[in-house]
């Protein structure tokens, strides 16, 4: 009977020195280790951080260039209808009605483009790209429509 509490006696110091054996880093280090795996995640944070905003400032800088772009595009419209205006009263001693409202509505459409591209909260939103998209389908559109009325404009009645 002896021999099992010194056999458990051996047991458990075998344990013990197992175990010590496997804990072959000190605290210390651990601790050092530990900081050390902080600050690379908290540099890799910042690192994060600075590329959401070159991101970001990106972003504004696309946005500004196709408000600037559009905008130019719009004004070019409003210039062409102008010109267009002028060269049928000069054809012509009188706008007919019908010219006079195609012209109109073209105008009116332009100006409504304009008015959007002026909406920086619809541009600036998170679904810029689907306003920049459907500007740009609608801005294609007035042009051809546009064009189409210059040479309808210019067969004499």
């Known amino acids: ?77 409003a210039n062409n209808l102008e010109e267009i205006k002028r060269e049928l009263k000069s054809d012509r001693a009188v706008l007919t009605p019908i010219l006079e409202q195609e012209l109109s509505v073209l105008d009116k459409r332009n100006k409504e483009l304009l008015t959007i591209a002026n909406d920086t909260s619809a541009i600036r939103s998170d679904t810029w790209e689907n306003v920049k998209i459907e500007l740009n389908k609608e801005m294609d559109a007035l042009e051809t429509a546009i064009a189409d009325f210059r040479e309808k404009g210019k067969k004499k009645p």
């Open 1 to 77: 009977m002896k021999i099992i509490p010194v056999l458990s006696k051996v047991l458990m110091g075998s344990a013990f020195v197992l175990s010590l054996s496997y804990c072959n880093k000190p605290i210390e280090e651990k601790l050092d280790d530990a900081e050390t795996k902080v600050q690379e995640e908290q540099s890799e944070v910042m690192e994060a951080k600075e590329d959401l905003q070159e991101v970001a400032v990106d972003s504004v800088n696309q946005v500004e260039d196709f408000l600037l772009v559009s905008k130019q595009r719009l004004e070019a419209n």
